[in-house]
């Protein structure tokens, strides 16, 4: 622990390293609050909240930007930029300089600067894509390669292994979708990773969920690690009505950290 970067409320933070050096932390909330988190984290206090008191709380903090010119901060809040509402914010730096973003885990953005000015580019409609795993998507993360652009998305389903929360081995977790211009887009039927880890030591772990994906690149650009924050409970059939999507808020979190197989690094 180095010091408390931004206040509350910012999460599912995502930084990154700016074309001129300097780094950008895109977040949730607008980090305007008390450093200890005070009484109130706004949604993520309050597992009764209703569906529009958590709209409410979106429109009225949104997602904002903060930058520094070290990793060391101070981080400072980026408020002459023209981003605006921006919910699970995830850019990602083109090798051009062109900084693209999908925010609300479906909207493509694109700007030459930190500051903006933003412009769209697409909507992603993975939902309608009929060979795309059937759920909610959310906590998009965008990466951009050689062959174009790839997003990994948290999906739960809420109809699945009825009564829910029962058995999550095989629940719905992850999609993946991919475009070479970024443009047109195409979902894969088939889910990048599960609920069910296979461990260094042998072992195999089932979680409940496995949510906000980030990807780790080392420094020749190579995709080496998936971080993902997981429920450890492998099933929950006591708990909330979301079943395993939800079991998160009665059982034991972490974050998770699962190696690529590399022949060459």
């Not at 981003?83 to 953005?109: A, D, E």
């Not at 080496?224 to 492998?234: D, K, Q, W, Y």
Request: hydrophobic share 30%.
């Amino acid at each position: 622990f180095k010091d408390i970067a931004i206040n509350t409320q910012a999460h599912n933070p995502h930084p990154m390293k700016l074309p001129d050096g300097t780094y950008a932390i895109f977040h949730i909330g607008d980090g305007s609050g008390s450093p200890n988190g005070g009484t109130d984290c706004t949604e993520g206090s309050n597992l009764n909240i209703t569906s529009i008191d958590r709209r409410q709380v979106q429109e009225k903090t949104g997602s904002t930007i903060h930058v520094s010119s070290s990793l060391n901060g101070p981080w400072r809040p980026l408020k002459a930029n023209t981003l605006g509402k921006c919910g699970n914010p995830s850019p990602f730096v083109h090798q051009n300089g062109t900084i693209f973003l999908v925010c609300n885990s479906r909207y493509l953005k694109r700007a030459e600067s930190i500051s903006g000015p933003w412009t769209d580019v697409t909507t992603i409609y993975m939902r309608k894509d009929p060979v795309a795993p059937l759920g909610h998507y959310e906590d998009a993360n965008l990466y951009i390669d050689e062959r174009g652009f790839h997003v990994l998305w948290h999906v739960y389903n809420l109809t699945e292994h009825l009564p829910l929360g029962h058995e999550c081995v095989d629940s719905t977790t992850s999609g993946y979708g991919y475009s070479e211009d970024g443009y047109t887009w195409y979902m894969s039927p088939v889910q990048p990773y599960g609920t069910q880890i296979l461990l260094s030591s042998g072992e195999t772990i089932t979680v409940a969920t496995r949510e906000r994906p980030k990807l780790f690149f080392n420094e020749k650009g190579q995709m080496t690690h998936l971080f993902n924050a997981v429920c450890g409970s492998p099933n929950c059939p006591e708990g909330p009505k979301g079943g395993c999507v939800n079991c998160k808020y009665h059982h034991w979190d972490y974050t998770l950290v699962s190696p690529f197989k590399m022949d060459v690094l």
